[in-house]
């Protein structure tokens, strides 16, 4: 299978335009597919049903929103645990460098075996054909490869949540990630990470509570997705810095996320089957002008800011070996910037377990004077309905395409951040 | 107990309460004095009940016996911790309210500053036990030496009375304010240079420290049931670290070291805290300490690198071990008369002879270690397997000897071993002695393995997934002296290597040896339950030479209060941990975090 892909991989990129309208597609209609993709909003925004810009969706009306919603959400809206203000789509364009990069380098994109095989820069598939049984996957690595800036440095909290919206336990946190590959610019790659394979590093520090804090991790997200990332920590109570497992099915913070789970989902591609799904106009938290986000509903849990129509694509995951707790997961991604929507994940027994919800922050709220929007996470709310608990997650605080040494994600810096 | 130590008393739990009313909000986020966030406050404080359940046992608390479900601790703890960045400030971009004051840091731009912060700590402790605990604890602790009829005066003033002195741990242990830390970090490019006072630990074991030997221990207020954070004693001193950055295969590679100019050692706990080692020889004590100076200064240097999955560090560096070399010594100017000696023991005043001719002195021995570790990850078992190896050079050894050993002279008529004739008496014509016990030093490889392990066991806990951390600690005396008691007690000789701690299973008749090769097993298994609202523990040790310690416990977390209960059974051989084997308890500990 890995030989016949590189041959095609080779294939493609050796007949690289001329390839295409032999599957039904001329190279302009790409290009015109995938900008229309980056700009889904260009001819108007969508319109559904009832659905108006001011109105309310709560447990009286939920029903009306059955086509944009999904049964997920909709079920909780008519229990009257939460309900949700429409406001007109906004319209989320990215970097012209970054879709000026997937014009550029799109063409000759290839899965291979736990990793894209000729993927330069920007979205590697602009294009997802429903009947490409492959259109899931690359669903997935759109995800993965979404823009998210060179660098980022941000102040983020979370709190975990009960039902009765008391607030158990807290975390302040920052956390900072940098991308040493694939960035708009090929040129301004880190050309040591690009030689170890390193696709990015994130760096955590824990700010309070005051027992935990001092907690550092960082962690190497390698380009090949089969490669397992690389951890460390360092500990305050013992004041050393030791290599930790990476382990995407556990939760650090003891809670109701994986590590997974985090912006949707930040587990291995290779781990899951990935269908597509369709795609589909949902209501979904926008973006909000805000340092933080508004949270309500039951037990506080919920994105209450308003929502609007985004075009999504839907994907499922499967696991492909045993997990130990979920037996599928379905994402809803932005269509315009790839950015998880929302996602819902099952039990073994196939049944609706937690559902994570996401918000953008929008580009005119900015009072840090960042250069070049991004789809940038600004808060996660995640509910497990089995636990009866919530897990409030929000960055307050973000820095982004800044002068920021490398060195910065170094087992060093573990070291000399420490106490 | 006087007006003051009321004063005192409730002075500390004014702060206390004072503190939990000011931070009543459920939540538990850093506090950062300025919008600019460059000045981060974090505070934590939390008072730990410890109470016996058991009885003391006869043979190791001679002076202070308590029976079970009497106090052991009460211990009150408040720690503050402060960062201040001082980056932009020395840049000259600071903008809050410390930006009029920039102008003074210009000059230190020279410095090629690429950050430059300081940190300081507070840490206040005070334990309740020397005040209303068990009366064994509370009350002054007896006199050692004899000055006369105690009085009033004597116990509350000992030492303006000629010969008087007095073990005062109440003294000493009750409350204490530190500066617990204080450092300046300083950054210019690959270059990082900390100087002040500060921790620095080496090594990947937990429990147990191999390499982790650069700062002392303080095991005053629970011992090792305490985490080592709590117990470390910061140095002064001055750490360096230089990064290559990438070099070849090594993805990373960093050379860092350290000199430390302090006197500070691991302190022996005093006689009369609940958590002292066994009662003592019953010497009057010396402790010999290094001195701040360039020639007891202690340093090292360790190479760090990471290939691939594998971290790995090289390590050699000098240091001051926790566990003081025992010696028992007549002082050089006060040698003992033989004929004194003799009658004194013939007259059954061999006890006050004792005390007031020997003393026992604690050398912290400085040593040289080298050693290494690997660490690396196995995904396929999501787990991580840590390796750490270390050389004790010259590691010194107390010798076993029948605890009479020392009387030979006055039982045989004869210069026994350790003795030594330096005169004689030019009036009675008897020898004039001097005593020395023997101590020899010997290289000792201590080692360890360990396997951290992260697995879901659904049949206990659905949600959440174990963690499950197993070590095996071994250590190897090379050159071991295994004579055996037998053959040199009639001569009033040395036997085998052993702890200076009279051995109860020979009705105290001689020392507890040790053994050629030690092996101790550790197993920790946690998981959390309620979305990490409750944290159950469970703590397992073992020594192969026949003693273990099992902890279970258990913290319930609501932010932000953590509570904690924990139980602390330790049982077996009197040997290694089976030394406190009478000292098990239950804690009760109420934490509250900012």
């Known amino acids: ?419 | 107990m006087d007006r003051r130590e009321n004063r005192h008393r409730w002075g500390w739990l004014g702060l206390v309460v004072g503190i939990l009313l000011c931070l009543e909000s459920g939540t538990a986020y850093a506090i950062f004095l300025d919008p600019e966030e460059t000045l981060r406050f974090n505070g934590r404080v939390y008072n730990r009940t410890a109470m016996a359940v058991q009885n003391s046992s006869d043979n190791t608390r001679l002076q202070t016996p308590y029976n079970d479900w009497n106090m052991l601790q009460n211990r009150t703890f408040i720690q503050a911790e402060l960062r201040h960045d001082l980056t932009d400030l020395i840049a000259g971009r600071a903008t809050g309210f410390l930006s009029p004051v920039q102008a003074f840091f210009a000059p230190l731009r020279a410095l090629k500053i690429d950050s430059l912060d300081y940190f300081v700590t507070y840490r206040g402790e005070y334990d309740g036990v020397w005040d209303y605990g068990p009366d064994v604890f509370s009350e002054r602790y007896p006199l050692l030496t004899d000055c006369g009829v105690p009085t009033k005066a004597k116990h509350k003033r000992p030492f303006s009375f000629e010969g008087c002195s007095r073990s005062d741990p109440r003294g000493r242990l009750r409350h204490r304010h530190r500066l617990f830390e204080a450092y300046v970090n300083y950054t210019s490019g690959p270059l990082f240079l900390r100087i002040g006072r500060q921790n620095l630990s080496w090594g990947e074991t937990d429990v147990f420290r191999l390499l982790d030997q650069i700062n002392p221990l303080d095991a005053s207020f629970g011992g090792f049931l305490v985490s080592l954070d709590e117990r470390r004693v910061p140095l002064d001193m001055v750490r360096l670290v230089y990064g290559f950055g990438g070099v070849g295969p090594l993805s990373e590679l960093n050379l860092e070291g350290f000199m430390v100019i302090d006197d500070k050692i691991a302190a022996p706990v005093p006689t009369g805290s609940p958590w002292s080692t066994p009662n003592p020889l019953g010497f009057p004590g010396l402790i010999k300490k290094p001195s701040k100076n360039f020639a007891d200064a202690r340093g090292g240097g360790r190479i760090i690198g990471i290939w691939g999955e594998f971290m790995f560090s090289l390590v050699h560096y000098v240091t001051y071990i926790d566990t003081p070399m025992l010696r028992i010594v007549t002082p050089t100017k006060n040698p003992i008369n033989l004929g004194e000696f003799t009658t004194a023991v013939n007259t059954g005043d061999t006890s006050r002879f004792l005390v007031d001719h020997f003393q026992a002195h604690a050398l912290y021995p400085k040593i040289q270690i080298s050693g290494g570790t690997l660490t690396f990850s196995v995904p396929r078992i999501s787990g991580i397997v840590r390796s750490e190896f270390a050389y004790f050079y010259a590691e010194p050894f107390f010798h076993n000897s029948a605890p009479d050993q020392i009387l030979g002279p006055a039982l045989s008529g004869e210069i026994t071993p350790g003795y030594q004739q330096v005169g004689t008496d030019p009036v009675s014509g008897q020898p004039i002695l001097r005593y020395r016990s023997k101590v020899t030093r010997s290289d000792v490889i201590r080692w360890s393995l360990g396997l951290d392990v992260t697995r879901y066991i659904k049949l206990l806990n659905p949600h959440q997934s174990f963690l499950l951390s197993s070590q095996i600690f071994g250590r190897h005396i090379m050159d071991f002296n295994d004579t055996s008691l037998a053959s040199v007690a009639p001569q009033f000789g040395f036997g085998q290597f052993a702890a200076p701690i009279s051995d109860p299973n020979r009705n105290n008749a001689s020392f507890v040896t040790i053994d050629e090769h030690q092996f101790i097993h550790t197993l920790l298994v946690s998981t959390a339950y309620r979305s990490g609202a409750i944290l159950p523990q469970l703590v397992f040790l073992y020594d192969w030479q026949g003693s273990w310690l099992v902890q279970p416990g258990v913290t319930f977390v609501r932010d932000p209060f953590r509570l904690t209960l924990q139980y602390n059974y330790l049982d077996g051989q009197y040997n290694g941990i089976g030394f406190l084997r009478d000292r098990d308890n239950v804690i009760i500990q109420l934490e509250m975090v900012i």
Not at chain 1, 384 to 401: A, S
Request: some cysteine; aromatic content about 10%; charged content about 20%.
């Open chain 1, 1 to 419: 299978m890995a030989i016949l892909l590189r041959i095609s991989a080779v294939l493609l990129s050796c007949l690289g335009l001329w390839l295409l309208p032999s599957v039904g597609q001329s190279q302009e209609a790409v290009q015109e597919q995938a900008v229309a993709n980056f700009f889904p909003y260009r001819e108007g925004f969508p319109k559904m049903g009832d659905i108006r810009p001011g109105m309310t969706i709560d447990s009286t009306n939920a029903s009306n929103a059955s086509s944009v919603l999904p049964p997920e959400i909709l079920k909780y809206i008519a229990a009257g645990d939460f309900s949700i203000t429409v406001q007109e789509t906004t319209d989320l364009p990215l970097r012209p460098a970054f879709i000026e990069a997937t014009l550029k380098h799109h063409t000759g994109v290839v899965v291979g075996e736990g990793e894209l095989q000729h993927y330069v820069a920007g979205r590697p598939f602009p294009v997802l054909n429903a009947d490409d049984p492959q259109a899931g996957l690359k669903a997935a690595w759109n995800l993965r490869y979404r823009d998210q800036g060179d660098n980022a440095q941000m102040r983020a909290k979370s709190g975990i949540v009960n039902s009765s919206g008391g607030v158990e336990r807290t975390q302040s946190f920052s956390f900072m990630s940098m991308y040493g590959m694939h960035r708009s610019d090929p040129d301004k790659n880190i050309s040591e990470w690009e030689r170890q394979g390193v696709y990015s590093k994130q760096y955590t520090m824990m700010l309070a509570p005051s027992d935990m804090e001092g907690f550092q991790i960082l962690s190497v997200t390698h380009d090949k997705d089969v490669i397992p990332n690389a951890q460390w920590a360092y500990d305050p109570q013992t004041r050393r810095t030791r290599k930790i497992v990476y382990n995407p099915y556990i939760s650090p913070e003891r809670g109701v996320l994986l590590i997974e789970d985090r912006a949707g989902f930040l587990g291995y591609i290779h781990d899951y089957d990935w269908k597509y799904l369709r795609k589909q106009t949902v209501l979904a938290p926008g973006p909000i002008r805000a340092a933080e986000p508004t949270w309500g509903g039951k037990g506080n849990w919920y994105l209450i800011d308003p929502w609007e129509l985004r075009r999504a694509v839907v994907v499922e995951a499967t696991p492909k070996t045993s997990h130990p707790l979920y037996s599928r997961r379905v994402l809803y991604i932005d269509l315009q910037n790839s950015m998880p929507l929302y996602s819902f994940v099952y039990d073994h027994d196939g049944n609706h377990k937690r559902t994570f919800l996401l918000v953008a922050r929008h580009p005119d709220f900015d009072p840090w004077d960042n250069k070049g929007w991004f789809a940038q996470l600004a808060a996660q709310a995640s509910i497990d309905y089995q636990l009866e608990m919530g897990n409030t997650f929000e960055i307050t605080k973000i820095l982004f395409n800044r002068a920021l040494p490398a060195s910065r994600f170094t087992v060093m810096a573990l070291m000399l951040q420490g106490k």
